[in-house]
């Protein structure tokens, strides 16, 4: 029997165990390789001062409380205090901001009493409050 060289025959399966396993380690070896080398740059950081900020916050928070009470930065207020102690803020910072922090369980007209408190006073930096709601 003679075997003819030029005989195709044609493949059913091609055998690519050899090529996947190159694959896979290539890929180990950049893995490792990346991983050695990126090391970061050393830095010297700076230290944070461990004394307290001796700045107060500027932002005032008005808190609405369920039984009606109204506190400003958690001391309670009546509405004439309240305009009296913000009219000094203002004075002191044009710019004053003021958030709003209402229960849910609060009539509305509180929470409008105080926004036209704040319309009165001419306070225009103000943010309402909330919390977001998980799904």
């Known amino acids: 029997m003679k075997k003819d060289l ?10 690519v165990t050899s090529m996947l ?3 896979w380690t ?7 390789s990346i991983t050695a080398a990126v090391q970061g740059i050393k830095v010297n950081l700076p230290k944070a001062s ?3 900020a001796l700045e107060k916050p500027k932002t005032k928070a008005i808190t609405i409380h369920s039984s009606g009470q109204i506190y400003l930065d958690a001391y309670p207020v009546t509405m004439a205090e309240l305009e009296s102690m913000l009219s000094a803020h203002k004075a002191v910072d044009p710019d004053l901001p003021v958030i709003i922090k209402g229960d849910e369980q609060i009539y509305y007209q509180k929470v409008i009493d105080i926004l036209d408190l704040m ?9 309402l409050v909330t919390q977001k709601v998980v799904k």
Do not use: H, M, W
């Open 119 to 127: 319309q009165k006073l001419e306070i225009t930096q103000l943010g």
């Open 26 to 32: 290539l890929l180990v070896v950049f893995i490792i």
């Open 6 to 15: 030029y005989d195709n025959k044609a493949y059913d399966e091609l055998n």
């Open 50 to 52: 461990s004394a307290p």
């Open 21 to 23: 396993d190159l694959a």
